[in-house]
């Protein structure tokens, strides 16, 4: 881990960094959209691109972007650790004091943040917006990460379409005719969360000293800096979800990005809010130091399931007693996804902050009944295990499932339940890292379903969807993660399936891959246009083993970049329009 005289450096680094408010050097690479797309409303991209929001953007960027760097690097030095044997996951020495300091607490709950027990997700696409917000939930994570394909349209529309829903403008008829409205004042419907995209994905759109700018900065500094002070009025925000994360310094950097912001615009420190997904194995041995680096922004922690699955896989990829088995068979009952969780409740309620449950992404099955049924009773159970452990809420794909959550969450009788810290006195931090599953097995269909279900995930995505139906489940980029990390992992160890004897090897998971392709694009209603082909093109070297990415999405993103500016006509003319 990053030494206390290293971490040292690094400040000293960036507060010498001092910056200019100034657009040199920045170079836009597409063309701003100028056409309104959403009638009744006139706001179009070159609102959200002003001169102002982009100083705004860059002098962030400057500033921290040295850190965001270095900090990305430290996760390859602690994995480099890992393989060698010279590093195993613990609780920080260094840290001690602030998790055995029994005084401090993290922020009150904010306004529009007190009860969060249903909270929905999705993407920021205008339709998918305005049904979450007529939900019967609480809150609503709006999503610039795992379930956005980060195209130039989704991010920058995004934009646009949270701009108008803050200020009421958001109604819309589709192309096919049918008109989304929203149901009551913003004010009055779920509190918006919005999830910038994490610190190791960058936005090669919008360049900065001939580097891309942190895309986690471009979408947090956009946002807040056209709706902070709106979203104040309506009284509720502005407030944030925070992806990714491995270490208790990438949480400092966010705190510090916060402050910086808030007093740019003049805004008392300590009205941001945001909520950590502990959705990382590093992570979860720094939930209270996290919390204590984002004090008076913290709002709590989330059980970032299906990522925290990818990541003790990717973490671990290198150790054979860590293997895990069939996707199905690693659950939530599983000794370390039962260790984290209970951690993470104790620890959140311990420091006066919410503890929020996992994704439920379950959706209806319509021409299922009995299939729907007991789809439906799985989300029910996972819900009222959610609930008896401790935490104060849980998440939703889908509208319909929140009939499902409130009734659940109901039997809470308080808006939430920090009041309650289960005890865990006898926790041992191994536990963290107890990946042994009762009648394991890893078998020929483990790899199929794998296969399929990241085939179909990186297919979607490359097209520009990252929020897509598959086998009845609402799945994310999480999904296609676990699948290339488990063959990678299975490769690599040579493991024997359970159920034909035969060994892993990249040939076998080549034969099936390609045989998963076939049957994927006979099947596909895009016919010749669909994309299965290049996924699997991707795929081969990460489920093979000649290859392991730290992330699909950065290894995806250049399929998705649309360069069609390669002058600075753009920002040039923002320029000469602030000296008129």
Same mark, same amino acid.
């Given at each position: 881990?990053?030494?206390?005289?290293?971490?040292?450096?690094?400040?000293?680094?960036?507060?010498?960094?001092?910056?200019?408010?100034?657009?040199?050097?920045? #170079?836009?690479?597409?063309?701003?959209?100028?056409?309104?797309?959403?009638?009744?409303?006139?706001?179009?991209?070159?609102?959200?691109?002003?001169?102002?929001?982009?100083?705004?953007?860059? &002098?962030?960027?400057?500033?921290?972007?040295?850190?965001?760097?270095? &900090?990305?690097?430290?996760?390859?030095?602690?994995?480099?650790?890992?393989?060698? +044997?010279?590093?195993?996951?613990?609780?920080?020495?260094?840290?001690?004091?602030?998790?055995?300091?029994?005084?401090?607490?993290? !922020?009150?709950?904010?306004?529009?943040?007190?009860?969060?027990?249903?909270?929905?997700?999705?993407?920021?696409?205008?339709?998918?917006?305005?049904?979450?917000?007529?939900?019967?939930?609480?809150?609503?994570?709006?999503?610039?990460?795992?379930?956005?394909?980060?195209?130039?349209?989704?991010?920058?529309?995004?934009?646009?379409?949270?701009?108008?829903?803050?200020?009421?403008?958001?109604?819309?008829?589709?192309?096919?005719?049918?008109?989304?409205?929203?149901?009551?004042?913003?004010?009055?419907?779920?509190?918006?969360?919005?999830?910038?995209?994490?610190?190791?994905?960058?936005?090669?759109?919008?360049?900065?000293?001939?580097?891309?700018?942190?895309?986690?900065?471009?979408?947090?500094?956009?946002?807040?800096?056209?709706?902070?002070?709106?979203?104040?009025?309506?009284?509720?925000?502005?407030?944030?979800?925070?992806?990714?994360?491995?270490?208790?310094?990438?949480?400092?950097?966010?705190?510090?990005?916060?402050?910086?912001?808030?007093?740019?615009?003049?805004?008392?420190?300590?009205?941001?809010?945001?909520?950590?997904?502990?959705?990382?194995?590093?992570?979860?041995?720094?939930?209270?130091?996290?919390?204590?680096?984002?004090?008076?922004?913290?709002?709590?922690?989330?059980?970032?399931?299906?990522?925290?699955?990818?990541?003790?896989?990717?973490?671990?990829?290198?150790?054979?007693?860590?293997?895990?088995?069939?996707?199905?068979?690693?659950?939530?009952?599983?000794?370390?996804?039962?260790?984290?969780?209970?951690?993470?409740?104790?620890?959140?309620?311990?420091?006066?902050?919410?503890?929020?449950?996992?994704?439920?992404?379950?959706?209806?099955?319509?021409?299922?009944?009995?299939?729907?049924?007991?789809?439906?009773?799985?989300?029910?159970?996972?819900?009222?295990?959610?609930?008896?452990?401790?935490?104060?809420?849980?998440?939703?794909?889908?509208?319909?499932?929140?009939?499902?959550?409130?009734?659940?969450?109901?039997?809470?009788?308080?808006?939430?339940?920090?009041?309650?810290?289960?005890?865990?006195?006898?926790?041992?931090?191994?536990?963290?890292?107890?990946?042994?599953?009762?009648?394991?097995?890893?078998?020929?269909?483990?790899?199929?379903?794998?296969?399929?279900?990241?085939?179909?995930?990186?297919?979607?995505?490359?097209?520009?969807? +990252?929020?897509?139906?598959?086998?009845?489940?609402?799945?994310?980029?999480?999904?296609?993660?676990?699948?290339?990390?488990?063959?990678?992992?299975?490769?690599?160890?040579?493991?024997? #399936?359970?159920?034909?004897?035969?060994?892993?090897?990249?040939?076998?998971?080549?034969?099936?891959?390609?045989?998963?392709? !076939?049957?994927?694009?006979?099947?596909?209603?895009?016919?010749?246009?669909?994309?299965?082909?290049?996924?699997?093109?991707?795929? &081969?070297?990460?489920?093979?083993?000649?290859?392991?990415?730290?992330?699909?999405?950065?290894?995806?993103?250049?399929?998705?970049?649309?360069?069609?500016?390669?002058?600075?006509?753009?920002?040039?003319?923002?320029?000469?329009?602030?000296?008129?």
């Amino acid at each position: 881990h990053l030494s206390l005289r290293r971490q040292r450096q690094m400040c000293i680094r960036d507060s010498s960094n001092m910056v200019k408010r100034t657009l040199k050097n920045v #170079l836009l690479q597409v063309t701003v959209d100028t056409t309104p797309q959403f009638a009744p409303s006139t706001t179009t991209p070159k609102d959200i691109l002003t001169k102002e929001a982009l100083e705004f953007i860059v &002098l962030l960027h400057r500033t921290f972007n040295s850190t965001r760097k270095s &900090l990305l690097q430290n996760r390859q030095t602690i994995q480099n650790g890992l393989d060698s +044997g010279s590093y195993k996951f613990h609780f920080l020495e260094e840290t001690s004091k602030i998790r055995t300091e029994i005084s401090w607490q993290g !922020a009150i709950p904010a306004p529009g943040l007190i009860d969060r027990s249903t909270e929905i997700t999705g993407p920021p696409l205008r339709n998918m917006l305005i049904n979450a917000l007529n939900s019967d939930v609480k809150t609503y994570m709006t999503d610039f990460e795992d379930s956005l394909s980060p195209t130039w349209n989704n991010i920058i529309y995004g934009q646009v379409n949270l701009y108008d829903t803050i200020r009421n403008k958001v109604n819309f008829t589709s192309s096919k005719g049918k008109a989304y409205k929203l149901k009551n004042d913003i004010n009055k419907l779920p509190t918006l969360i919005v999830r910038p995209r994490g610190w190791h994905l960058e936005e090669k759109h919008l360049l900065v000293d001939d580097e891309p700018i942190s895309a986690s900065i471009f979408d947090f500094g956009l946002y807040f800096f056209h709706n902070a002070k709106r979203l104040i009025e309506i009284g509720k925000g502005p407030y944030f979800y925070l992806p990714k994360m491995e270490h208790h310094l990438e949480a400092k950097l966010w705190n510090d990005i916060f402050c910086v912001a808030q007093d740019y615009l003049g805004i008392p420190r300590g009205t941001i809010r945001a909520t950590v997904l502990i959705e990382t194995l590093p992570a979860a041995f720094q939930m209270e130091e996290i919390i204590f680096q984002l004090k008076e922004h913290s709002s709590g922690l989330n059980c970032g399931r299906w990522d925290y699955i990818f990541s003790t896989i990717k973490r671990l990829r290198n150790l054979p007693e860590h293997l895990l088995p069939d996707r199905d068979q690693v659950t939530m009952t599983s000794p370390f996804m039962d260790a984290y969780v209970k951690l993470l409740i104790n620890t959140c309620h311990r420091r006066g902050v919410h503890a929020m449950g996992g994704m439920a992404a379950h959706i209806p099955i319509k021409d299922d009944l009995k299939a729907n049924e007991v789809a439906m009773t799985k989300v029910r159970t996972d819900k009222i295990r959610e609930l008896t452990n401790g935490h104060d809420g849980s998440w939703i794909a889908h509208p319909a499932l929140a009939k499902i959550c409130n009734e659940v969450f109901i039997n809470m009788g308080t808006p939430n339940q920090i009041y309650k810290i289960p005890d865990f006195s006898q926790f041992k931090s191994s536990e963290l890292t107890n990946t042994t599953i009762p009648d394991a097995k890893i078998t020929s269909d483990g790899i199929r379903q794998n296969l399929d279900i990241g085939l179909q995930y990186m297919e979607a995505w490359i097209r520009g969807s +990252g929020c897509v139906p598959i086998n009845n489940l609402m799945e994310d980029a999480a999904t296609a993660e676990v699948s290339r990390c488990q063959l990678y992992q299975w490769v690599k160890h040579g493991v024997t #399936l359970s159920d034909t004897g035969d060994k892993v090897t990249p040939q076998l998971t080549t034969k099936i891959l390609n045989e998963q392709i !076939a049957k994927l694009k006979a099947s596909s209603p895009l016919g010749a246009k669909n994309k299965f082909d290049l996924a699997g093109k991707y795929f &081969l070297p990460e489920i093979t083993g000649q290859h392991f990415s730290e992330f699909l999405t950065s290894l995806l993103y250049d399929e998705i970049v649309t360069i069609n500016s390669t002058n600075n006509e753009y920002i040039s003319s923002l320029n000469e329009w602030s000296k008129l």
